[in-house]
Every structure is written in C-alpha cells, then in structure tokens.
C-alpha cells in the first residue's frame, strides 16, 4: 500500500463525509478513490469512519526534545543511544530508544545534526547557496592556490615532495586564464601567473585581457603589497573574499577537484591512493616524476580542459563558451606588463650568457658584464625568453642560444666587435697621447704640448706593429750606418782590381790654377782663419 499524504487524506475524507451528510450515495466513489490511492475499498470506509485530521506535525505518541536532550546528544556525538542511557532509561514513563531516535529524526535537519557533531564543516555541507555567474568574460577571475596530493622531485631536491598550484580561472567561461606550477609559492608567483593570463597568447589560445574583478582568498601572496600596487596600475579591482567562505569562489574550487579526480588521480605516486601496512604508497619501483615531466603534463591537461573537455555545467567547452561572449578586452602589450607581473630571481653572467632552469640565455647586451649579478625575471614554465635587470634599469631580453635566429646571432656578433673596436680606440688615442712630443722646458709652468701625432702617422706606426717591427726607426738607422761617412771604400772596383778599368794619366805638374780659383782658394782659406 502506497502511503497517502495525511493533508490529502484528510481533504478526500472531508468531501466523502459531506456527500454522506447531504444523503448521497458514496459507495461508488469509495471503490473508485480506493482505485485511485491503491487501497482496499474497506480502508477508504475506515477512513471515514476513523479519520480526524491531525495537527501538522503532530502525533499521538510524540516526544519534545529538550534543551538536555541536543546538548547530550552534541557531547556523545550524535550517539542517540548513549543519550537514551544518561537521561532516559530510569525514566517512569518508559521513553523507548526508538522513539528518542524518531524524535531527533522528525524534529533535526539533517544539516543541525552534522552541525552540532561535525561543527561548521558539517553544518556547510547542507547549505544551499545562491548560484552567481558573470555576466561577460573577464568580469570576474577567480584565484586560488592548492597544494596538489601528488610526489614529484624538484632539480637539486634530494627527496619528493608536493608541488603547488596557482590558478587564475575566469567566472563566466571556466577557462584556465593562467597556471604556475612552484614548490613554495609567493608574491612573485600570483604576478606571474596574472600575467601569463592577461597576455593574449596565440599559442595558448584567443583569450587573455584584464579582468574587472579578482576574487581571492585571504592568503599573504594573493594580499602581498606588490599584488595590490599591480592591481592598482593595472585597474583591477581586488576583491578577497571573506574567511571561511570558500563558497564564494567556488568556480576555481571545482576546478581544483576536478584537477584532482581527473588528472592526479592518475599519476603515480598519487598521495590520495591505496597504501600498504606500513604507510608506504603502492606505486611503480622508480623514482618518482621529476617537476619538469609534471608541468609538461599538467601544462598538456589545462589545454585538453579548455579547448576539448566538456564541461558539465556549461554544456560545451570553455573556450567555446568565451567565443560566445563578444565583450570587447582590454589588453596590455606584453612589454608594459614587463615591469611588474614576472617572477624573478638572481644570476650570474657567465662566458656562455645566463643560465635558467637548464637553459643557456644570451642577448648582445650581456658583452662585457661576465662575473656581473643581474636580476632576471621570467614566466615561469615559459623558457621562449627571459626579461634582464641591472639594478633597477631594464637591460635586455634574452633568448635560449638553442633558439637563437641568424639576426640574433649576427646580432651578437656584432656587439662583440664593435666593443672591441671602441676598446681599440680608446687604446689608440691614450697611446697618442703618450707619446706626444713636448715642448723644451726652459722655465718653471705648465707643460705645452707642440706635436700632434697624425692618424697617418698611427696607421704607419700600426702597420709596423703587424709587421713585428717594434724597434725604433730602422729608416734612420740605415742612414746613419752609411759607410762614406767613416771614409770607407765601398765602390764594387775597389775591392775587386781585376775588373776595375785603368786609371786616367795622372799629371804630375799640372797647370797653375786660374784666377777665380786662386781667388776662391784663398777667401776659403781666411774664412777658416777666421
């Protein structure tokens, strides 16, 4: 016998005895109600007969809680047993347990009974909520960190240990905006992870944008100073939500269970999966992944979420749910977020550039800074490029040597040489300098430099250097080592008489000199008496 509603029972019986009252027949109807509720005709007659609608909610035999009665069964946990024993079973009356039991069933919520023995945990698992969407894409991202149940072995870690996840989820479409995968997150990387989310990406997808709202827990990254200046400049509006009501956010808390069930669930070394006796994880006889082979297949699983999975409550992808939307973006060139939204760290110049997670960087910038300390700041998992600080100045962008193309290449090359080209110079002219000639010092005062040493003269000097002619002037020694001027015979037919011609007669009285020459002869004489 199916059961009939006591409110709807009581109507019919009501009609019934108003029909029999006014002398009417109501045998008919009896069998055809009785039809109808799935009853023996002769229960409808008893109805009739018997029936007195009752109070809501009220019986015969009832039993009223009392104040004793929630507070003992709060102290023994719900236990409705226990309580039975310290307050009702020495009881005149005969309290049965199973009407204590009906009792706090009947006069209970389900959510009051899990509150007063679980607490608020409980309790919030039988609220209901009011269910809020965005109304256009970017109006509201939703920001969480979340430590995933997973082991994974970090570079230069010598034990596994659990990574963190920051995720920026958009409210209306339920696309991963941005992701960053740390093992101890901080300020640096919530800047990092909104910026890989408003930076529109061809790779990643058509969606990026400022958002108009960012809602938040309360946890010192997501409040740090440095989050709040960006948000300020960016002209977000950060939104944390109240302690204790993750409800608010929920979007991006059923993202991380979906990560969860559907992802981790999956990967050996699982935290949440079956374990032996002793504690230890039943998983595969190696090591665990490392934290690159993890990003590369968490960064694989965020795409599948947002372009290919369905999701349940949108009825089609994220991504088509954000092409659905036709709300214009606002957009930031990446090289304005450069300043601001990028995780950073400390590295040495080293002869091959920088390195950063494995991967040699190089700008034509880096030329002569080797053994410097620079700051580099980068998207973290995103090693395309690499954004160099000199204090506080920006330097350069870098690049994986790997990656480089041939004008970056050429590029650096040509850096290199132009520095030492004005190395040179620099050289050069403190060398002319040096060796400028100076005036003679006759009196006391400042020295006066009288000679110039001509470019040509430096592009002579320089082509003597190539040659290896680094002594002094050899023209000059040549001219000095003349043998005429120590009366030396040098003329090939004096040391060799056998090819020499005969010599002239020689006139043994020659003729008086003329008078010019005697004339000549003898002024030359009295100038050298004189």
């Not at 009896?30 to 005709?41: D, L, N, S």
């Not at 009392?66 to 003992?72: F, K, S």
């Not at 968490?298 to 954000?322: E, K, M, Q």
Request: hydrophobic share 40%.
């Amino acid at each position: 016998m199916s059961r009939v509603d006591p409110q709807v029972k009581a109507l019919l019986v009501a009609r019934l005895r108003e029909r029999r009252r006014a002398g009417e027949p109501i045998g008919d109807e009896v069998r055809r109600v009785a039809g109808q509720f799935g009853v023996g005709a002769r229960t409808v007659w008893r109805w009739v007969a018997e029936f007195t609608e009752p109070e809501r909610g009220a019986r015969s035999d009832r039993y009223e809680l009392t104040d004793a009665d929630v507070d003992a069964f709060t102290r023994w946990q719900g236990n409705v047993a226990a309580v039975h024993r310290e307050l009702h079973a020495d009881r005149a009356d005969g309290l049965s347990l199973r009407r204590l039991q009906y009792a706090f069933a009947e006069q209970l919520t389900p959510g009051q009974r899990a509150g007063l023995v679980e607490g608020a945990e409980g309790r919030r698992r039988y609220e209901v909520y009011l269910r809020w969407d965005p109304p256009a894409r970017n109006a509201m991202w939703e920001g969480d960190h979340v430590e995933l149940p997973v082991l994974v072995l970090a570079p230069r870690a010598q034990r596994p240990a659990k990574p963190w996840a920051t995720l920026f989820v958009d409210g209306f479409s339920r696309l991963i905006m941005g992701w960053a995968i740390s093992m101890r997150p901080d300020s640096a990387t919530v800047l990092a992870t909104l910026r890989s989310g408003i930076v529109v990406d061809s790779a990643r997808g058509p969606f990026g944008g400022l958002p108009a709202v960012l809602r938040t827990d309360h946890g010192l990254e997501f409040t740090a100073a440095a989050v709040r200046r960006s948000c300020a400049a960016l002209g977000i509006e950060p939104v944390p939500a109240p302690p204790y009501t993750p409800h608010l956010k929920g979007k991006v808390e059923r993202v991380n269970r979906t990560l969860v069930q559907e992802f981790l669930a999956g990967l050996p070394f699982y935290t949440g999966g079956p374990r032996a006796v002793g504690g230890e994880l039943f998983g595969p006889d190696v090591d665990p992944m490392s934290l690159t082979l993890f990003v590369d297949r968490f960064a694989a699983w965020v795409g599948d979420y947002n372009t290919t999975r369905i999701h349940s409550s949108l009825g089609t992808t994220p991504l088509a749910r954000w092409g659905e939307d036709a709300t214009s973006l606002r957009e930031v060139p990446s090289e304005q977020l450069r300043w601001m939204l990028l995780a950073d760290r400390e590295r040495t110049v080293n002869r091959d550039g920088i390195h950063h997670d494995g991967v040699r960087f190089l700008a034509p910038e880096l030329n002569g800074l080797v053994g410097e300390v620079l700051q580099v700041r980068y998207m973290p998992h995103d090693l395309r490029q690499i954004e160099l600080f000199r204090g506080d100045a920006w330097l350069a962008t870098a690049y994986p040597q790997d990656a480089l193309s041939d004008e970056q290449r050429q590029a650096v090359l040509e850096r290199r040489r132009a520095d030492a080209a004005e190395l040179g110079r620099c050289h050069r002219r403190a060398s002319r300098r040096a060796r400028a000639q100076l005036a003679p010092i006759t009196e006391p005062g400042p020295v006066e430099d009288t000679t110039v040493v001509t470019a040509g003269a430096e592009r002579r000097d320089r082509r003597r250097r190539r040659r290896g002619d680094e002594g002094p002037d050899y023209a000059a020694l040549a001219r000095l080592a003349r043998t005429d001027l120590l009366d030396l015979k040098s003329d090939f037919a004096y040391w060799n008489p056998e090819f020499a011609e005969p010599p002239a007669p020689v006139d043994l009285d020659p003729a008086p000199d003329s008078e010019q020459d005697s004339e000549r002869r003898a002024g030359g004489e009295q100038g050298g008496r004189s």
